[in-house]
């Protein structure tokens, strides 16, 4: 799986938009990016995931550069509960990654 | 509502005990995984299976044992094998495993809310 480099941590407004951050400038051309995020002591949670164009879902809009050396996931209206490290993750759609490589993410942090 | 439960929340083992983990899913997902996160690490995977009576070993199979005897089961026993089995277990479920052409999607793993496991 391509590397992918996410700052430790960045602290958001409640109710501002976070936008975090990821470089993955080795991903090949069939990687997708994903992200999830992991609230403290609970599983992983699924956000987003986009081949070449911008997504958007319920939760977060994932903006992809036109290179595809990075991203950035948006979150429109911070809240608390939205506190978590965010992890970003780029593999092929087949082949031979089984596992989801979590690298250290991005802390959160959302403050009233 | 669908999703994987993940029980028992917290377990206890005794010295040379075997527990096993509970991990139920009702997705209709042909892939299941068992990971294990320590204290501000990453996921390191313990088994998975792509489908009902198969299962491979991940990184760190050792003093861990699966079954696949369901498509919606997929338990974890942690034998006395294990030496140091305290740590926070996550199962996950995707649609379908990596390795099968299909895109993005069919590749999210979904995730139960964890077991943590600790040692009397």
């Known amino acids: 799986d391509a590397k992918t480099t996410q700052p430790p941590s960045m602290d958001c407004a409640e109710g501002r938009a976070a936008n975090l951050p990821c470089n993955h400038s080795?991903?090949?051309?069939?990687?997708?990016v994903y992200w999830y995020r992991q609230i403290h002591s609970q599983g992983p949670q699924y956000i987003i995931h986009?081949?070449?164009n911008n997504e958007t879902n319920e939760m977060a809009s994932l903006i992809i550069t036109e290179d595809r050396k990075s991203s950035t996931l948006i979150l429109p209206h911070a809240t608390l509960r939205d506190t978590a490290v965010y992890y970003c993750?780029?593999?092929?759609?087949?082949?031979?990654?089984?596992?989801?490589?979590f690298g250290s993410g991005t802390q959160l942090t959302v403050l009233p | 509502d669908g999703g994987i439960t993940q029980s028992p929340k917290y377990l206890f083992r005794k010295e040379g005990q075997n527990v096993t983990l509970s991990c139920e899913q009702n997705?209709?997902?042909?892939?299941m995984y068992w990971y294990r996160q320590d204290p501000g690490q990453g996921l390191r995977l313990i088994y998975y299976?792509?489908?009902?009576?198969?299962?491979q070993k991940g990184d760190i199979a050792e003093g861990y044992s699966v079954s696949r005897e369901k498509k919606e089961s997929f338990p974890l026993t942690v034998t006395s094998a294990q030496k140091n089995p305290t740590a926070f277990y996550l199962c996950?479920?995707?649609?379908?495993?990596?390795?099968?052409?299909?895109?993005?999607?069919?590749?999210?793993?979904?995730f139960g809310a964890g077991t943590r496991l600790s040692v009397l």
């Open positions: 993750i780029v593999r092929p759609p087949s082949g031979s990654a089984r596992q989801l490589t």
């Open positions: 997705l209709n997902h042909d892939a």
């Open positions: 299976s792509q489908i009902v009576n198969d299962f």
């Open positions: 986009g081949l070449k």
């Open positions: 080795t991903i090949s051309g069939n990687e997708y």
């Open positions: 996950a479920s995707s649609i379908q495993a990596p390795g099968l052409a299909g895109g993005g999607a069919k590749n999210i793993q979904y």
